[in-house]
């Protein structure tokens, strides 16, 4: 019987075992995949306090996990499946049930985080893998002196356009409206990077080839005009879609998935939290999700007393 389980080991997740710790709680947290969450997938921080000039994702990651180590907080590698309560009392113990086992815990923090979203467009699935990619720091360096399309246009988006454009020959931005969403500063070093150009008001409708990425379909939604674009990858940074679908419609979610909570991250089922990019917020940074973790472990302590 644990006091407390954590599910997920990204920011949020490692932050609220943290805290968890030096409350005393009896804690778990189980990851599914790999610590550290999808900021694994971005190689810099830049806007982590405390790090001027920024600090490498892994690195910082790393340095939760050593604290975490510290105070004993065990991580297991398996996949929380479904949550169920095991009574009907005031105060339920909830069941984790995962491929392995079934874990007996007094409350739930989930912090599952989110997946990049995917265009739902032709030719995308087929090439997933063979040109098409959401990984900038996975797959960037197989596209040496090559030309890339770089789908989107929020900080995501141009951070990779400008990290993609120390291998690429051409990196293309391309997003649906008529300027970037994202801050300032990165906005300022697309526009002044030489092999960064952009293509707005318009939408891919299609990524073509047969067994590698040759090109994109664009349409231009104030032109209505189609063109193709040749490039040989093309990089998807459309938004997130949150990782709840395990959680089978038991705790109340927003139109897009995301967990609903209050300020104190109390979720509608006693004894059951949400923290981090599962969660319905205005700003999705690993700061945020920091401060959620340590927010989700204070309340779940003061359930718990």
């Given at each position: 019987?644990?006091?407390?389980?954590?599910?997920?080991?990204g920011?949020?997740?490692?932050?609220?075992?943290?805290?968890?710790?030096?409350?005393?709680?009896?804690?778990?947290?189980?990851?599914?995949?790999?610590?550290?969450?999808?900021?694994?997938?971005?190689?810099?921080?830049?806007?982590?306090?405390?790090?001027?000039?920024?600090?490498?994702?892994?690195?910082?990651?790393?340095r939760?996990?050593?604290?975490?180590?510290?105070?004993?907080?065990?991580?297991?590698?398996?996949?929380?499946?479904?949550?169920?309560?095991?009574?009907?009392l005031?105060a339920?113990?909830?069941?984790?049930?995962?491929?392995?086992?079934?874990?007996?815990?007094?409350?739930?923090?989930?912090?599952?985080?989110?997946?990049p979203?995917?265009?739902?467009?032709?030719?995308?699935?087929?090439?997933?893998?063979?040109?098409?990619?959401?990984?900038?720091?996975?797959?960037?360096p197989?596209?040496?002196?090559?030309?890339?399309?770089v789908?989107?246009?929020?900080?995501?988006?141009v951070?990779?356009?400008?990290?993609?454009?120390?291998?690429?020959r051409?990196?293309?931005?391309?997003?649906?409206?008529?300027q970037?969403?994202?801050?300032?500063?990165?906005?300022e070093?697309?526009?002044?990077?030489?092999?960064?150009?952009?293509?707005?008001d318009?939408?891919?409708?299609?990524?073509?080839?047969?067994?590698?990425?040759?090109?994109?379909?664009?349409?231009?939604?104030?032109?209505?005009?189609?063109?193709?674009?040749?490039?040989?990858?093309?990089?998807?940074?459309?938004?997130?879609?949150?990782?709840?679908?395990?959680?089978?419609?038991?705790?109340?979610?927003?139109?897009?998935?995301?967990?609903?909570?209050?300020?104190?991250l109390?979720?509608?089922?006693?004894?059951?939290f949400?923290?981090?990019?599962?969660?319905?917020?205005?700003?999705?940074?690993?700061?945020?999700?920091?401060?959620?973790?340590?927010?989700?472990?204070?309340?779940?302590?003061?359930?718990?007393?």
């Open positions: 019987m644990y006091d407390l389980i954590i599910i997920g080991a920011p949020a997740g490692l932050t609220a075992g943290l805290y968890a710790a030096r409350y005393r709680l009896n804690t778990l947290i189980l990851e599914k995949m790999a610590v550290g969450g999808q900021i694994m997938l971005s190689p810099l921080i830049e806007n982590f306090p405390g790090f001027p000039g920024g600090i490498s994702t892994q690195e910082l990651i790393g939760f996990k050593t604290q975490i180590e510290e105070y004993n907080i065990k991580i297991e590698m398996e996949e929380a499946l479904e949550i169920s309560p095991n009574s009907d005031r339920p113990i909830y069941n984790i049930k995962t491929k392995a086992q079934t874990y007996e815990t007094k409350c739930i923090i989930i912090a599952t985080g989110a997946q979203k995917k265009l739902g467009v032709n030719g995308e699935e087929r090439l997933t893998g063979r040109g098409v990619s959401y990984c900038a720091t996975c797959d960037g197989l596209f040496r002196d090559k030309e890339i399309a789908i989107g246009a929020g900080d995501r988006a951070e990779e356009a400008i990290f993609l454009s120390g291998y690429a051409k990196v293309t931005v391309i997003h649906r409206r008529n970037l969403r994202a801050s300032g500063i990165l906005e070093r697309a526009e002044q990077n030489a092999k960064i150009n952009f293509v707005l318009s939408i891919v409708e299609e990524i073509v080839g047969q067994s590698k990425v040759e090109g994109v379909k664009i349409h231009n939604i104030k032109t209505d005009s189609i063109n193709e674009l040749a490039c040989q990858g093309v990089f998807i940074f459309v938004g997130i879609r949150p990782d709840t679908a395990f959680l089978n419609n038991q705790l109340e979610l927003n139109e897009a998935g995301f967990i609903i909570t209050n300020q104190d109390e979720t509608s089922k006693k004894g059951i949400a923290c981090g990019d599962c969660r319905g917020k205005s700003l999705y940074q690993v700061i945020t999700a920091c401060g959620d973790g340590a927010t989700a472990a204070a309340s779940a302590h003061r359930y718990l007393s």
